[in-house]
């Protein structure tokens, strides 16, 4: 228990430079460019994760709004109710929901635009079209390929994810004890190695999958959802308002 406290404590101190909104942002921007130039390049060897059907994208990228809330939830309620009323509490909860439409919503929309921008080809090569297949799911159900405007949803979902566990992780406490200190920890713990699970597989999506384009859309949207929201909605007076910025004492 000594040993995760202490890892807590130095965690802390690294998320709270991110907290300034300065390090994680200019992260997923970089690798975003830089990544995409190495992919155009050729530059980077396939490996285990240039397959998409390798452990992390499976079980845990292409259901990583799940493993957010999973962890979230939990931790805003119990972080959040330390020596604060019930509203406070329900009102950062809101956040959550306000998240989970941004991300319904956004991946929905990608959908719709390969789906409005696509073709059905018989081969990767593009050689032979199948105008009369219409629908991604019919071309796909038949053994086509379907070609369209294929925004990141990865690029998306990695950096929004990333950014709003960053920020719900501010409202960590110095000093908590009793039953909500072990869990607390544990959930802080597993926040920081999910983050920077999300960083290592958006290098991964960034170096060997989409086009530059569909990649600088999806961390854009990803970016910006973040921004509005938590730098510009939630300082506002009608909203779920911000995490706690200052870290308290308290015995519980």
């Avoid at 921007?29 to 830089?34: F, N």
């Avoid at 119990?78 to 809101?94: A, D, E, G, W």
């Avoid at 920077?196 to 990803?222: E, N, Q, R």
Wanted: hydrophobic share 45%; proline share 4%; with cysteine.
């Amino acid at each position: 228990m000594a040993n995760m406290d202490k890892i807590v404590r130095k965690l802390r101190v690294i998320w709270k430079i991110s907290a300034d909104r300065v390090l994680l942002p200019c992260a997923f921007s970089l690798i975003c460019i830089l990544g995409s130039f190495l992919k155009e390049q050729d530059l980077v060897p396939k490996s285990y994760f240039s397959d998409t059907k390798n452990v992390l994208n499976l079980y845990f990228v292409k259901v990583s709004w799940g493993w957010t809330l999973f962890l979230l939830v939990p931790f805003v309620v119990l972080s959040n109710s330390l020596n604060r009323p019930p509203k406070f509490v329900l009102r950062r909860l809101c956040s959550l929901l306000v998240a989970t439409a941004v991300w319904y919503i956004c991946v929905n929309t990608f959908e719709l635009i390969e789906e409005a921008t696509g073709s059905c080809y018989e081969t990767s090569t593009k050689e032979v079209i199948r105008g009369e297949l219409t629908s991604k799911g019919v071309c796909r159900k038949n053994g086509f390929v379907w070609d369209g405007c294929d925004i990141s949803g990865h690029s998306f979902i990695l950096s929004y994810s990333a950014l709003v566990i960053s920020e719900e992780m501010a409202a960590m406490v110095a000093d908590v004890r009793g039953f909500r200190k072990p869990l607390l920890n544990v959930l802080y713990l597993s926040m920081s190695v999910i983050v920077y699970l999300w960083l290592f597989m958006f290098v991964s999506t960034s170096v060997y999958f989409h086009s530059p384009l569909d990649k600088f859309i999806g961390t854009a949207c990803g970016l910006l959802a973040w921004y509005l929201t938590y730098r510009v909605w939630y300082r506002k007076r009608l909203s779920p308002g911000l995490p706690p910025q200052r870290q308290i004492k308290l015995h519980a």
